[in-house]
């Protein structure tokens, strides 16, 4: 083993300049090859700083294990250029191939020494694939992991933009409810409407429904358990935007809100929210 | 009758309900379905899909497109978990029944929201419920 690991960070330590050619213009000649996402140069020098830190790290003569300390270098790099990568839309293909594109070249240089026989051959090439396989899975891991970040933070954004609690006038808060509610965003939507009646001291709290989906169950407790909290609070809530077909689906399911203020629109209930507050909404005189 | 359309999908977390929800309305809005439909039958996916979830501890659902002979569509729902099963399946079916902290009106408002409900459940044999919603 130790034979067939010297012969081949030899010849990559030899043959890297002619390597790094052959494995760019493959990369180059591929059809995964995405240079409206990377261009040229930069793919020339992610190439360049790849194939150093690799050749170092194969000069270890450990080929068969990449969680050691001499891959540190390699492990690290291809992370990074795999995380940039997964964040500018690259394919999970795409990733790989960047490494696996690497065999071809290698290999052509393995064929090409004189002196070995066949067996140490194989084994050299098998050493070889082994290794660059286990970095192409590395790279689909961390593609994947990158990916799931991305995707993770867009959630996060996506609670926090569809939070927001408004002041519409003294003492009246409007909640506007958008899209699908699952349980989790829910629970954080009620939340911050309880804490802005806290701040606010506001007396009425608007529920707005117009923009969601759908009300199942846990929706309803959800906004249950608020309305009744917020009336521990000393806030009365009204809810509006209750659309028909969410209206009919409710009256099936066996949902209701109880004593709870019910209006068709958002002017509604704000119209009713200024009548108990004692305000009145006056056009003022044309003057003359 | 024939099975136009089927997909299965498991459930596991409540991202997966929130997707069956979105599966079901695309689905049945490409069928042609209202929109009171739609949400009638969204809802009650909603309510099925977390009982599997939260009492049959995740399960799977089938998804199939009903196409009649004499051209009407439907859409059907089958949820199957493997959890402790209902031993009682008439009061599970009460409104305000729950063994949980909800308001027991999912199962029976799952009834009332489709045009055909059948539950196949026994304890320790899990549970199976088939919605199904025409146009
Ligand atoms: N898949 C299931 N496996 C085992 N038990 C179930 C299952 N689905 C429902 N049950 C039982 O039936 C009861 C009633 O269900 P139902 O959906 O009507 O109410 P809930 O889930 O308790 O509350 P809600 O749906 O109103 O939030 C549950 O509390 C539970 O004990
Ligand atoms: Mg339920």
Redesign the pocket.
Known sequence: MIKINKKISEILTQHKNEIFEDWLSGQLASVSLRLDLVSETELRRQSQEFLNLFVTASLSSNLQDINTPEWDGVREYLTSITYSRARQGFSPTEIATFVLSLKHPLFSHLRELSGVNSNDLIDMIWTATFLIDKLALLSIENYQRGREEIIKRQQQELLELSTPVVKAWDGVLILPLIGTLDSARTQIVMESLLQSILDTGSAIAIIDITGVISV???V??HLLKTMAAAKLMGAQCIISGIRPQIAQTMVH?G?GFGEVATKASLADALAESFKRLGLAVIKPQARG | MSVSKSDAATIQNTEDIVRLRQRVRDLMKNEGFSLVDQTKMVTAAS??A???L????G?AVLVEVLKEDNGRTGLRLI?E?H????ADID?????G??????????????KRLTNEFLID?SPGA??R?TVTRWM
């Not at chain 2, 959890?83 to 209902?86: D, E, K, V, W």
């Not at chain 2, 029944?97 to 799952?110: E, K």
């Open positions: 199942d169950t846990l309803a407790q399911l949902v | 309510e099925l977390r009982n599997a939260v009492y049959g501890g399960g949820f978990d959890g402790p099963g209902i009061q599970a079916l009460t409104d029944f729950t063994t949980g902290n909800g308001l027991g009106l999912g199962l029976g408002g799952s459940s899990g549970t419920i």
